[in-house]
């Protein structure tokens, strides 16, 4: 468990850069980029990602020492395997690549929605694998009471929790998202609402789902940024803080005379993932990070622009 916790530390940004190993099994290993590549697939709305990410990391170990176990073993070369190996894959080609008529329908279906982006609420009561009936079904009422409430209009979300199931459902704001952001089912219904439109519950293999759509815009497309963040740990406050916030600005008024926001991303950023790479983030587009960083991303209206410095749970960033 301690070597899992370290592994996270890593995961969640306490390690340095992507290329690092996060574990090695045999004379392989993973990096970071390849397990979130892994776990974004299987991406779900939790509300606790600190547990759900240290759980799937168990599962991913679990299924990569499978998998060297039965390469070292040989059982790929097993005629019986190589056959229902072929087989699956002759039945995934004539279900999907062969069907072009989906196909075409799914890309007019992507294009489509990829011109708008939404922001979506969450509303989430969770049933565990080893729950009862009566748990589920208590769930059930309490999402079921919540939706109806939310159908009439209501937004004072906090107090329509407490009164349908305050120990049961948790609410949680995506932010905008595009295509491609959600698993594809929670998409399907997502863009199937209209704005101020709330769906009705959705059973997933985590419990009862129900999402809204509070508000949508023309798709802002992709975004290319650097950034330099001032990192401001949970514990620190007050006059740290303070110290921190005089840091961030002080950085900003180096760049406003002209000093160079590569060099400085290099010698000040507390962004380890980026700072060895001139401060860039990869590409991304709505639903990438929280909302209130992506607001402060499209107050910049053109190249080369940069931010003053503004504060989320990370630290104080300065985004150019």
Excluded: C
Aim: charged share 25%.
């Amino acid at each position: 468990m301690k070597k899992i916790f370290l592994l996270f530390l890593l995961i969640t940004g306490a390690g340095a850069a992507y290329t690092q190993p996060l574990f090695t099994y045999g004379n392989k290993s993973v990096d970071k980029e390849e397990f979130l590549r892994a776990y974004n697939k299987n991406k779900t709305p939790v509300d606790d990602k600190e547990r759900s990410l240290r759980e799937y990391l168990e599962l991913y170990i679990k299924f990569k020492l499978k998998v060297n176990a039965a390469l070292d073993l040989k059982l790929d070369t097993l005629p019986q395997l190589q056959y229902d190996a072929q087989s699956f894959r002759t039945q995934i080609e004539d279900s999907y690549l062969s069907n072009e008529a989906t196909v075409n329908n799914l890309v007019t279906e992507a294009f489509t929605r990829s011109q708008k982006d939404l922001r979506v609420l969450h509303f989430f009561a969770g049933v565990a694998p080893t729950a009862t009936p009566d748990d589920s079904l208590k769930a059930f009422r309490a999402i079921s009471a919540a939706q109806s409430q939310l159908a009439t209009g209501r937004t004072d979300y906090e107090k329509l929790i407490a009164e349908t199931g305050p120990d049961l459902i948790r609410q949680s704001d995506i932010g905008f998202i595009t295509v491609f952001t959600l698993p594809y089912e929670y998409e399907n219904i997502v863009y199937g609402l209209k704005k101020d439109q709330v769906s009705k519950p959705y059973r997933s293999k985590n419990g009862w789902h129900v999402f809204k759509v509070i508000d949508e815009r023309k798709a802002i497309g992709k975004w290319k940024l650097a950034q330099i963040l001032t990192a401001v740990p949970p514990e620190q406050q007050g006059a740290d803080k303070t110290l921190l916030a005089k840091r961030a600005d002080s950085i900003y008024q180096l760049l406003q005379k002209g000093a160079d926001f590569s060099l400085l991303a290099r010698q000040v950023s507390d962004d380890k993932l980026t700072y060895g790479n001139r401060g860039e983030l990869p590409e991304f587009g709505s639903g990438r990070y929280q909302p209130s960083f992506e607001n402060e991303v499209l107050k910049l209206t053109r190249d080369g622009e940069i931010s003053k410095p503004f504060l989320t749970e990370f630290g104080y960033h300065i985004i150019k």
